[in-house]
């Protein structure tokens, strides 16, 4: 297991490629801890705090399919900023360090997600660019990180990248054709997709990946949940041309 800072050769490829996968960053105790207590939010057994957020999917919402229970109805969590056992994942030594090495010492979180993928639903996230929801610069200084909680691939909808990608611009994005498309997932159009490179991952397996990095995710064409718990973490050099970000609700400086 890692934790001490990334070396020479995982920074290089970071910035080449635009992502670096870090197997078994997260140990299973950790996981475990998160995973119930995001379960308890998800399925109403805990009342949600002010800022978090539980969204239904689509397809859900639409009436298109019956959840078989409350958890199969959940697209994703966002904000839990204010609980501290989920933000307990925020504040991972080995994450913090990892992301140290590549942005410098002073950081803060920007937002935080669960993504929840249940069986029998669409749940595709469409290729995008996570700088696409951010104001903030330079996007050198901005890092995206997603731990695997349960089995990561192919057929459960793991993430897919095209590496090198981060190196253009920011792209236009629009809401996909799709039949069923979930809240704000935004992608690009006209991408080749063969340039896709699929991420399989194990729990506790963690991606760190640049903003301007194209990536989505599959539909979960299996039996089983596929789920991961991801934060942004941005340097304190980062600017804001409307107002000051670290005063934003999600934002927590990092000690
Ligand atoms: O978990 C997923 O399916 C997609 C996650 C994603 O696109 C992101 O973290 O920006």
Redesign the pocket.
């Known amino acids: 297991m890692k934790s001490l800072r990334l070396s020479e050769a995982e920074i290089t490829q970071y910035f080449e490629q635009g992502y670096l996968l870090l197997p078994g960053l997260i140990t299973a105790d950790a996981l475990a801890r998160y995973d119930k207590r995001f379960i308890t939010f998800a399925t109403a057994e805990r009342e949600a705090t002010v800022q978090m957020k539980i969204m239904r999917d689509i397809m859900v919402v639409k009436g298109a399919v019956q959840p078989e229970t409350p958890l199969h109805a959940v697209n994703k969590m966002i904000n839990f900023e204010e609980d501290a056992e989920l933000y307990g994942y925020v504040l991972e030594p080995n994450l913090l360090s990892a992301v140290r090495s590549l942005v410098g010492e002073d950081i803060y979180s920007l937002s935080t997600?669960v993504?929840n993928?249940p069986p029998g639903i669409d749940?595709r996230?469409p290729l995008?660019q996570?700088l696409r929801y951010f104001r903030i610069r330079p996007a050198d200084k901005i890092v995206?990180v997603?731990t695997a909680i349960l089995p990561a691939t192919r057929e459960t909808?793991c993430?897919a990248v095209i590496p090198g990608s981060h190196a253009g611009e920011l792209l236009e994005h629009a809401e996909p054709d799709w039949e069923f498309v979930n809240r704000a997932f935004f992608g690009i159009e006209n991408i080749d997709l063969d340039l896709r490179v699929h991420l399989e991952m194990a729990p506790g397996d963690t991606l760190l990946f640049h903003p301007l990095l194209v990536?989505?995710?599959g539909r979960n064409r299996s039996r089983r949940f596929?789920r991961?718990i991801?934060v942004h973490y941005a340097s304190g050099d980062c600017e804001s041309p409307i107002r000051d970000w670290r005063q934003g609700k999600q934002v927590r400086r990092i000690d």
Do not use: V
Request: charged fraction near 20%.
């Open positions: 997600n993504f993928k749940g996230h995008h996570d995206g997603w909808g993430l990536h989505g995710s596929r991961a991801s």
